[in-house]
């Protein structure tokens, strides 16, 4: 039998090999290649050998038949040729990312810091390498290693020597043991008791939505059903509808399973507890935080059938289902669907077609949609449902601007003296981020004994370190972006490679005054507060918490305790929680937002300023939210305001269709750049002439196709790699597809140190 099979890490194409006996499409091979090579690979088909055999050559003999059972269903085969169409992936790497991480139960070793080097005698980096971690596993701290320049063995050697020294300790699968025990503590797939959480009943408009929502079952079967959009505002109680679907669709048929994909971890922990209580040892459960392992056995629990319902980030997308029954998108507005990497697939997008193959019923839920599905929905490619009130029937919360002052942005002097650099955010001579007003509505806001937010848009301290006399900001050597200010020692850091030094060494010979720090991160928010409302117990929530797995957790539940009456953070915090004792949410520095530079700022502003009110009076207390920007009368500000997705989403389609942007015109970016500029700029004036040339054989099209650039990147520099972006834009999706194959096609002549990525539907073009 001849048997073709998807390779990684080859060229887009197959390969054929011969077996004595049929193997299952699905199923994962070793086969050989190149000289004396092996390659496991996913056997695509099966099929009688071609009579008579013409070819030149003699097939080679697959070598292993590695399972019994296929990795991937025929429904699954089917979505990674797609993906791999779509996405202009090869194939073979397209399974690379859909199989779950390695099944092998390997151990994960760990090394411990045992002491803290003073930062004066550090001649290892331990402290940067650790960072706020006591702990690294092997590949973390190789990774690390790795970044900062040294071979493999280097770094061997290095740990070994550390070892010797007693500076590491090495610690084999502790961790693991310690994180599956705080996983049964708070988030238990395997349930402590098994008896079910009731079911509450649902309000008339969530009954409205759950009727219209639970007619798609079965129906499926027989014509398969459009993608529903769930529009509800925030509050209104999307999770029991949800839930009351999950009741209905295994009351219908026991073995249906379902999938939920949620964003991002932070949403987990409570969305996982809500489900876990209501369907006691039914609910698998998969995060990037978990050990391969770990996430290996929940996803096995979900293809064999003993779990029900599969809960966890995009990757989720892919897993193996026994019988998948519905799938859910919630908040399927969110960037975090969008993968950076590798495969640059979007999973709602992904998500749907793989529903439209299995015949499955899909939800997608959003109380801001984004303008993809909104158009879809309008354009009756989907259906839509809507819920207007919140579950309490509390209004949503009131929304006041306060109006930034300028001199409020004012720079933040290093007047001190170089040793000492920390400056001091209660200084009333120092700038301040907060109004008046917003630290007057923080005070009586605690004196009442509620909780409030405070969201900013980056972490860290400052934006960055400016040079008064020469007005520029201190840069990251590698890339073309200013150095963030993080922590109290007040160390510069770029959030694109892991550069980092102290503000000595940059200050250094020159005079103190001559230098301030510019804007307002999270760090900076939480000093600030603290110093100005002493009595508050305040807490901080960004990236930065979240790296550490335990820290998210414990500042999750410390704020539903109570335990804390104010807490400072990133966007994260405006994202799906439902904490009903928080009644004042201040948003800051909203006109960084505003004024990104991508085609989407407007709609990531708006989702951002709803979503976040949406925190705000979800119990039984009545919510308010302040903004405070410098133009409090923008139009997407204003809507905001008023809370009219209607508006702001007209307004926002009119823009679109007029610039031809998504979702009306289709989208795909190829980035491409090299460490050797002269290269890049080289070959900058040869793609612009094999582009002329490749544009005449499309004269007829010409006035449907938009390509803009190649600019430099709005980043120009990561890592030491100059960038460059080559935007498509047609209307038509075939077109983009093909046009960004034909000049993906152009790159085969650049020289081998330019590498390029192709991104279909872009979500952020820096
Ligand atoms: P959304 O995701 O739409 O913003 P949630 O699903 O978080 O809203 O629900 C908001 C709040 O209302 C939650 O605290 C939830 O427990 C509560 N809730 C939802 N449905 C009901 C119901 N039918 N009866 C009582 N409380 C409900
Ligand atoms: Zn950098």
Known sequence: LEVEVALPAVKDQTFTYYSPNSIQPGVRVKVPFAFQGKKVGVVLSCV????????????????????????????????????????????????????????????TVRYKLMERPQPDADPYRLNSLFNRKSDLTKLQLEKKLAALGLTSDESKGLIKKLLKSKILAEEIDRDTRTRTKSKQDSTSSVSRESIAEPARPLTPSQQQAYDFIATRFGAAETHPSKPILLHGVTGSGKTEVFMHLLSKLFSLDESSQALILVPEISLTPQMTRIFCDRFPGVVAVV????????????????????????????????????????????????????????????????????????????????????????????????????????????????????????ASRSLHRLYQSNTDSS???SDPQQSSLFSEEIIAALKENLDRGQQSIVLLNRRGFAYYLFRLSERKAAQCPRCSISLAVHGRKRTLKCHYCDYHTSIESITDGTSPSDWALVGFGSQRGEEELQARIPQARIARLDSDTVADPQELPRVLNAFKDQKIDILVGTQILAKGHDFPNVTLICILEVDQLLSMPDFRGGERTFQLLVQAAGRSGRGQLTGKVMVQS?????????????????????????????????????????EYGSDHEADLCAWDDQLETLLDNLLTSFTDLMSHIKI???????????????????????????????????????????????????????QSIL
Not at 331 to 351: C, F, I, T
Request: hydrophobic content about 40%; some cysteine; proline content about 9%.
């Open 287 to 406: 995060h990037s935080a978990m050990p391969d392992h770990e996430r290996w056995s929940e996803l096995q629990r979900i293809r064999n059938g003993t779990a029900k319902i599969l809960i966890g980030p995009r990757s989720a997308v892919f897993a193996g289902f026994a019988k998948l029954g519905l799938m859910i998108i919630d908040e399927e507005h969110d960037s975090s669907y969008k993968q950076g990497n590798g495969l640059l697939y979007h999973a709602r997008d992904v998500a749907v077609m793989r529903a439209k193959i299995e015949s499955c019923p899909i939800v997608l839920g959003s109380a801001t949609p984004s303008m993809e599905t909104w158009y879809n929905s309008k354009s009756k490619k989907y259906d839509f449902v809507a819920m207007a009130t919140r579950v309490t029937n509390r209004p949503l919360p009131e929304i006041t601007t306060v109006t930034a002052t300028p």
């Open 630 to 670: 410098l133009r409090t009368d923008h139009p997407i500000v204003q809507d905001a305001l008023k809370q009219d997705f209607h508006a702001f989403a007209d307004a926002e389609l009119k823009f679109r269709q007029q610039m031809g942007y998504p979702p009306f015109g289709k989208m795909a970016l190829i």
């Open 48 to 107: 009688q050998d071609q009579v008579p055999d013409t070819r030149p050559y003699k097939l080679k003999s697959v070598l292993n038949v590695l399972e019994q059972e296929p990795s991937f269903s025929p429904a699954q085969l089917k979505l990674a040729r797609w993906l791999s169409t779509y996405y202009l992936h090869p194939i073979g790497d397209v399974f690379k990312t859909m199989l779950p991480a390695t099944q092998s139960k390997t151990r």
């Open 423 to 425: 400056p001091n955010p």
């Open 708 to 762: 803009l650039g190649p600019t430099p990147a709005p980043i120009e520099m990561i890592r030491g790699r100059h960038r460059r972006n080559l935007i498509i834009l047609t209307p038509h999706r075939s077109l983009t597809h093909q046009l960004t194959q034909k000049i993906a096609a152009l790159f085969a002549e650049a020289k081998p140190t330019i590498s390029f990525k192709i991104d279909i539907d872009p």
